[in-house]
């Protein structure tokens, strides 16, 4: 069965320090990778994904098969970058989106 | 707005009854995804269709079911609705049957607020 692990539920850091929101997947096949944001008041928006190798925002995340993990990391958290993340794995070329549970990030000033 | 449109925004009834949520796709999308979001369960991903036909199938309840018309807005049909359908429902619309790829995303809808008393 497929399988989204977001294990912070919440998480705070101080503006100016790296952040980490974790992700770990269970998942047959080779899924491709995204990591979607919800900022206060606004629509779920796609932040990046794997296949692209992209950088959005400073953020970046780096698909690891072996650990089946898809961190995001950013080594400069803004209080703009205050959110709910969600990690979603979807079959390659497939349809469906299994999103994580999400984790609250709150940048502290 | 050219984005996934959802109505209505807020929707309170009573158990067992039946409720109709509607969503227009941003101009141009042929898939219409239907998601479930419950405050201990996150996004969970219902049903999809594809220009007027299901494409993909997700943990959808029997009392639940949806239908994509010929102008390809979807509407998602509740019935005997329990005090654990309340939920916040989004839509979400892409471009192609597949979601995945480089071209390819899923644009999310503001949600429809679902209380049931």
């Known amino acids: 069965a497929q399988r989204v692990t977001q294990p912070e539920k919440l998480l705070s850091v101080f503006k100016g320090a790296p952040v980490e929101l974790k992700c770990n997947y269970s998942y047959s096949g080779s899924p491709e990778l995204f990591w979607y944001v919800q900022y206060s008041r606004q629509r779920l928006q796609l932040l990046l994904r794997h296949i692209s190798r992209e950088s959005i925002k400073g953020f970046t995340a780096d698909l690891n098969k072996g650990e089946t993990s898809f961190h995001l990391k950013k080594p400069f958290a803004q209080e703009e970058d205050s959110a709910m993340y969600y990690c979603a794995p979807s079959s390659r070329g497939g349809n469906q989106f299994y999103f994580g549970t999400g984790t609250s990030l709150t940048v502290i000033p | 707005d050219s984005g996934v449109t959802q109505t209505p925004k807020h929707l309170i009834t009573a158990t067992g009854q039946r409720v109709t949520l509607r969503c227009s796709p941003r101009?141009?999308?042929?898939?219409v995804y239907w998601y479930q979001q419950s405050l201990d369960q996150g996004l969970q991903f219902l049903i999809q269709?594809?220009?007027?036909?299901?494409?993909a199938k997700g943990n959808i309840l029997e009392r639940f079911s949806a239908q994509q018309f010929p102008d390809l807005h979807s509407e998602l049909n509740l019935s005997s609705l329990e005090l654990g359908d309340s939920a916040l429902y989004f839509c979400?619309?892409?471009?192609?049957?597949?979601?995945?790829?480089?071209?390819?995303?899923?644009?999310f809808g503001p949600g429809t607020r679902l209380t049931v008393l």
């Open positions: 269709y594809y220009n007027g036909e299901e494409r």
């Open positions: 979400a619309s892409s471009p192609r049957g597949t979601s995945g790829g480089l071209k390819n995303e899923q644009f």
């Open positions: 101009s141009g999308d042929l898939s």
